[in-house]
């Protein structure tokens, strides 16, 4: 496919990078690893040079060769280790968005056969289980036997108002399971009518997007509508970022959508969400996806605000400015000492503030964040705001 993986405004704004380097100042893939060659702006000039190495005319006027295969290989590397954060898109002065930007040239890479290894892992996991972990599709909403009260149907309804699309990492992942039990738990205490779609849910594609498999998205797209059509809801919620952008962005609309955070904070509005006294100091991580992404800035912060006895204090560097924490982009399967160390820096700020917990509203967060605590022993609690709301809970 080449140059035709990026569209004709992404040719031109190649073209209009000043070559300022301020995005490599904010790119936590840069300040983590000390390698420039990580930053949007080295990423931009390669690009560049590739684009026009493959045109005839420019080859002949300019005697450009294009890239040797070791070239190709080791700027196919730098631009895996990329968490995706958008950071350089939020701080770049011309607007260039750097982020799809990124998206397509990951999808040349695979069509140019120039990534890394376990991009071949990933698509074969998802063609084969429908989730990018190569779990069993049939144990998707197995977290809920692990609830206290699970109830018979297992929150897997024929038809609901609402469904709860909960992701491949909340489902299968022990550390982030105890975000949608709070979620289920909350919902049924505020009498939602909601339902999960258990097998039938695949994944939403975000991992496929960042791994260069845009090839692969759309009977996945097909599948999750039919899925959710054949429940009749007329609301979807997600507790992860990345699945709510995927359906903000690439799903037809069909019903509206909504973060957890913002479905939560209409619940408490409404007094549906009895919640006691919690004597806690706590500080607030925008996930990349939900805070750049989508906007969504206030309603987490309304939501921990609204709990009696919770204090919230800021983080040094928040709201579009927020680091990543490291588990974006498909980072941590790519380059996970990378990741652990972005991760560092974030738990670093977090201690920073003094606060007793992080809050944030994202299933991969609270892994990334909660992985490298536990692993330093580092004595903060991470939490979803699922979770928070959880133990506030009146019971
Ligand atoms: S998306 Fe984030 S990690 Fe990737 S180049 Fe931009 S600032 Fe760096
Ligand atoms: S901030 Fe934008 S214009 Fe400046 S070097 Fe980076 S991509 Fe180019």
Known sequence: ??????????????????????????????????????????????LK???????????????KKGLSDEEWKEYGNTVFRCTLCGNCQEICPVGIHLKDLWLSLRHDLFHSRF??????????????SHNVFAEENEERADWVEDMKDAPEDGFIKER????????????????????PVALAEILDRSGVDFTLLGEEEWCCGFPMLGAGLKDMLQPFVRHNLE??????????????PSCFQMWREHYP????????????????????????????????????????????????????????????????????????????GNLEMMDSRLSSEIAKRKIDEVLDTGAQAVITSCQQCVRTM???????????????????VHRALKR
Do not use: W
């Open 49 to 63: 040079e590739i684009v026009k190495g493959r045109t005839g005319l420019f080859r002949k006027l300019l005697g």
């Open 1 to 46: 496919m080449g140059n035709k993986d990026y569209t004709v405004k992404q040719l031109f704004e190649l073209e209009a990078c000043t070559n300022c380097r301020i995005c490599a100042d904010v790119c936590p893939a840069v300040s983590a690893s000390k390698e420039g060659k990580l930053s949007a702006v080295y990423r931009m000039k390669g």
């Open 253 to 328: 609309s069909i019903v509206p959508i909504a973060h957890a955070s913002e479905f939560l904070m209409d619940l408490v509005r409404n007094h549906r969400v009895p919640l006691k006294n919690l004597d806690m100091t706590v500080t607030y991580h925008d996930p990349c996806d939900l805070g750049r992404g989508a906007r969504v800035f206030d309603a987490p912060r309304d939501v921990i605000r609204s709990i009696p006895g919770v204090k919230l204090v800021e983080l040094s560097q928040n709201r579009e400015n927020c680091r990543c924490c490291g588990g974006g």
């Open 370 to 388: 909660m992985t490298y605590v536990k692993r330093n022993k580092v004595p903060i609690d991470v939490m979803d705001i699922t979770q928070l």
């Open 115 to 128: 990534y890394p290894e376990k991009i071949d892992m990933i698509r074969d996991n998802l063609a084969e």
């Open 160 to 179: 609901a108002e609402v469904v709860y699309f909960t992701g491949c990492v909340a489902s299968y992942f022990p550390l982030a399971q105890k975000i």
């Open 227 to 240: 899925a959710v059509e054949k429940k009749g809801a007329k609301r979807i919620i997600f507790a992860c």
